[in-house]
């Protein structure tokens, strides 16, 4: 049995789940491996202690071999992480180790996905350290006041991890000049989940019932770091005939309030992960409508994967990372988003459906767990056996 302990920068009990949630449930899941994931501190965890989450106060075990930790934090995370840093990572540790005393972890894996564990990576003596990176730390916009400090830490990650992992192929391209081990693993998503939406036989949700078609469709946090809402406003507006639906988490912007005045956009609210495939069934294409900024430059969005998982032809900004997929349809300007979504709206044969499903194959998370398990010996060798 291998003990891992995960830094993500994300809880786990994110709206839209991602890499951190996924890779450490598939890791417990085997068997193998059990999974301390320390959630971000924050003034929640705090609810979490209050209400005594599991048997162990801010313990929570929502899987066989894969435990929470909740860290409470007197004030707003951000506030404290900007301001007063050292407590922040002092409460960090202090938390973990009592953590994963209690749970018998001795010499764990440590497998961060946040550069800021370098501020203590030495203090928490792990065996093995695994460094994995999903997004341009640096060019975040909420790190955008500690941009230098950030780069610095990013750095410093990268060089002291054992081993380098790479969503995306520019992250890949940045990095493997400054570790040996560096690799490009790609991001996954549920394929089986997403493939219900071939199946014809979900029921349309309540809230698509009557909308006209064809449905342009999106699902994902509608925020003005990563969506292109002047793009998305021109689709609307050059396009009255088609429905545009924008399903996710909402970040209160302008942008966003002046696209809800558009007739034929539909924003649907935050929805969970397995209540999506009614959703994307009813898409006619999918998109991406990011804005080419230099952190969306460093992404593989997963919900890429999704789509085609449902088998929807797919229309995305040319992010570099999917760029190189033949079953997506890249368009650089407005125009040719539009030009493409009507050329998308006709390549519903057969065959380009069991194409783009093949890819979506390749990128499971079972996929993505076996290639990485298979780089990195040190994982492999604990879960022979177990897959």
Known sequence: ?????????????????????????????????????????????????????????????????LWVLHLPLPAPNRIVRNRLPQVYDALTLLGTRIAARRLGFERPMIWSYSPFVANYLHDLAGEFVIYDCVDRYPQ???????????????????????????????????????????????NAADVELFGQARSGTLPVPAELQGIPKPIIGFHGALDNHRIDYDLLRTIARTRPDWSLVLIGPQTPTPDLEWLTHEPNVRLIGKKALHELPPYVA???????????????????????????????PVVAVPVPHITAFDVVRIAPTPAAFIAQIEAALTDTD?????????????????????????????????AVGAL
């Open 140 to 186: 975040l916009p909420f790190y955008a006041a500690r941009g230098a400090q950030v780069r610095q830490l990013d750095a410093q990650m990268t060089q002291q991890a054992d081993v380098v992992l790479c969503t995306s192929r520019l992250l890949y391209e940045e990095k493997q000049a400054h570790n040996p081990r560096c690799y490009l693993v790609g």
């Open 282 to 312: 009813q898409y006619d294409v999918a998109m991406l409508p990011y804005r080419l900024t230099d952190y969306v430059r460093g992404l593989s969005p997963l919900k890429i994967y999704e789509y085609l998982a449902a088998g929807k």
């Open 1 to 65: 049995m291998t003990d891992i302990i995960c830094f993500p920068d994300a809880t786990w009990d994110a709206p839209l789940w991602t890499n951190r949630q996924h890779m450490m449930l598939r890791l417990a899941r085997t068997g193998a491996f059990r999974i301390l994931y320390v959630n971000p501190p924050a003034l929640g965890a705090v609810r979490a202690l209050v209400r005594g989450k599991g048997s162990n106060g801010l313990l929570e075990q929502p899987e066989a071999q």
């Open 350 to 382: 057969a065959a380009a459906i069991a194409r783009r499903v093949e890819v979506a194959a390749q990128h499971s998370w079972e996929a993505k767990l076996r290639r990485v398990l298979e780089l990195v010996p040190e994982l492999h060798g604990a």
